[in-house]
């Protein structure tokens, strides 16, 4: 999660140093601040999806978490355990601009998310404040007051830092799972008591879907509104930076970490599991439906309405606070995760303004957001729930896809065919999910396109920075670089890469000499930039010596060639103290067009853009590198 997050001092990765951490069981409490937290909610949103089947949906919503979304994530985090998930892996196996795009696209899934989260949390402690009978009555009339007070709470937390958040998660999420086991005790204690509500359940079921085949059918047709409940994977890998290593672990592959991972989503999964299952049937069995209903005493809170109805309005009361604080701290939760998301990839792409990387803009943003998502769905946690399962499926359904790649490159037959069939399941969960409450594929869709435009936006206002992070120079190169300024200049003839094998270059040397005016005997070396993958924004610089032709060449690969020459040129500026000059030709073609070139295909008008490059990573002319163009 954010830097915040760490009891210790993060790595400059911002990632704890082996031996280093917490223990993996400390750090599912920061997972489980989200994922648990759903109890407040679920079983409220399963009836009203599913009515009486509830609990038969609900075996079907663990048999996916368990033999589904499970798998999928111990994959995930042994294939990335520096904490950047399933998104990553598909930008590892989906590069150029398709895998950034798609990047772009699950972004936006993923704020819809982690926002909804922020939102549907608050609204639901909002529920459990305002349904608690020592509440004023003046808090009644005003929903999405209170939610919104609940939000701007947190912004203020983020504004002005936040400190061990672990410590604090454990303590809520233990307190929280040990006063719903004993809601849970007791609601089974007084089935057992009172059998005829069982028994009444039961022949309702016998009623609606006379067939076990009939009943089985519905409950998969009616399964994917319940999805929500799958939420809290994609946050279980993105804190394994936290999790306490070995000492000796490989740095690029950390054994200690993954397996601490693995236990992790694996205790995080059971413990849900058998929550879902037990809350579910105890809500449907016991709570009248009416109460489910909006304006119900059991909407949105089916647990707290057991727990004042079996334990008294003292333990309620207390269940309430409980259940308040920690769905006001998993909208914490996922205010990390954006705050950690965003810098990780959007700055990385060229894709966000500067102050993206900044915690306090970005925490005024999503707030703002998270007021308008309120305001959208008037606080409102039954209609929150389509855009939350769409948010999750689809992040669920991009790692499905990322494992299912990697089983597929390794060759791993048993996992792939494994891979596919979650996939596939996970594929119809979604698809019906987003027919069902096309709310959600909305609310992505606004982040989708925000998203993108200001990518590209950022993108194109940012292209002519330096962009390069660092240049190197093999041996071969320092040599030539060496021979070259033994004659007290540097000058440096561009050349296209696509003239490899077409052209004399010892005649265009010649012909580059008389076109530009350069004294017989000046030393001639090539500079030859070639593309790699233009989509990304940023690169390393490496340089290589070579000759051909009996010519010198200095070649190097970059997304972006203006960059990249400007980046080497102002280097062998700085590490011989002579001024290079750099010669073009003339390209052919509509500048616009080739700007656009420039922006998608990182090559362009190569000459007035590298000047202007170099100008603004320059401003004293003595100093600045000097482009000639004929």
């Not at 689809?394 to 979650?422: K, M, N, P």
């Not at 067009?593 to 000047?611: E, K, N, S």
Request: proline fraction near 6%.
């Amino acid at each position: 999660m954010a830097r915040w997050l760490f009891a210790g001092p993060p790595s400059r990765d911002g990632e704890t140093p082996p031996g280093e951490g917490h223990p993996w069981w400390r750090v599912m409490c920061l997972t489980g601040v989200d994922y648990f937290s759903t109890l407040g909610y679920q079983p409220g949103i399963a009836f009203l999806a599913a009515g009486a089947l509830s609990p038969v949906a609900t075996l079907v919503l663990v048999a996916v978490t368990l033999f589904g979304a499970l798998p999928i994530y111990r994959h995930v985090a042994e294939e990335s355990p520096h904490g950047r998930g399933s998104i990553s892996m598909l930008q590892r196996y989906l590069p150029g601009w398709p895998g950034k795009f798609l990047v772009l696209v699950l972004l936006g899934f993923l704020a819809t998310d982690f926002i909804i989260t922020i939102t549907l949390s608050s609204a639901d402690a909002t529920a459990h404040v305002i349904e608690n009978p020592f509440s004023p009555d003046v808090l009644r009339g005003h929903r999405i007051g209170v939610t919104l007070a609940f939000i701007a709470l947190l912004a203020v937390v983020f504004l002005i830092g936040f400190g061990e958040a672990i410590g604090i998660a454990v303590g809520l999420v233990s307190v929280y799972l040990a006063l719903n086991l004993v809601v849970v005790a007791v609601a089974v204690g007084h089935l057992f008591t009172e059998p005829a509500l069982v028994v009444g359940w039961e022949r309702l079921l016998a009623a609606r879907y006379p067939s076990p085949l009939l009943l089985a059918g519905v409950a998969l047709l009616v399964f994917p509104r319940l999805a929500l409940g799958l939420s809290g994977f994609e946050t279980g890998v993105a804190v394994m930076p936290l999790i306490r290593g070995r000492e000796g672990d490989d740095p690029e592959r950390p054994e200690g970490r993954i397996r601490g991972a693995k236990r992790l989503l694996t205790t995080a999964a059971v413990i849900m599991s058998f929550m879902l299952i037990a809350t579910s049937f105890t809500t449907a069995v016991l709570i009248p439906p009416e109460q489910f209903q909006p304006g119900g005493k059991a909407n949105g809170r089916a647990l707290a309405y057991l727990a004042h109805a079996y334990l008294g309005e003292g333990f309620g009361t207390v269940y309430d606070l409980s259940t308040i604080t920690i769905l006001w701290f998993a909208g914490a939760s996922a205010m990390a995760g954006l705050l950690t998301v965003v810098p990780r990839y959007l700055p990385k792409f060229g894709m966000a303004p500067h102050w993206a990387a900044a915690t306090r803009p970005l925490t005024v943003v999503f707030t703002a957001v998270a007021f308008g998502i309120t305001f959208l769905f008037k606080a409102d946690v039954d209609a929150q729930g389509g855009a939350y399962a769409t948010g999750v499926l689809v992040v669920i359904l991009s790692a499905a896809l990322a494992v299912t790649l990697s089983a597929r490159r390794r060759g791993d037959r048993r996992r792939l065919a494994h891979y596919i069939a979650i996939t596939a399941v996970l594929l119809y969960t979604t698809v019906a999910n987003i027919f069902e409450r096309p709310e959600g594929i909305k609310i992505a869709s606004f982040f989708i396109g925000t998203i993108i435009l200001t990518s590209f936006v950022s993108r194109a206002t940012r292209s002519l920075e330096l962009r390069v992070e660092g240049v190197t120079l093999d041996a071969r190169a320092r040599e030539f670089v060496r021979e070259a300024v033994a004659s007290g200049q540097l000058p440096l003839l561009a050349t296209n890469p696509e003239d490899r094998g077409r052209v004399d270059y010892r005649d265009k040397a010649r012909r580059a000499r008389q076109l530009h005016h350069l004294p017989r005997g000046t030393p001639t070396l090539f500079l030859e930039v070639s593309i790699s993958d233009a989509s990304d924004f940023s690169s390393t610089v490496e340089v290589k010596g070579e000759r051909r032709q009996g010519c010198r060449f200095l070649t190097a690969g970059s997304p972006s060639a203006p960059n990249a020459i400007a980046a080497i040129l102002l280097h062998l500026r700085d590490t011989t103290g002579i001024v290079p000059q750099v010669y073009f030709r003339w390209a052919e073609g509509n500048p616009v067009i080739a700007f656009v070139g420039y922006l998608i295909l990182g090559g362009g008008d190569v000459a007035p853009l590298t000047r202007e490059i170099l100008r603004r990573a320059e401003p004293d002319v003595s100093r600045r590198p000097r482009v000639h163009v004929g």
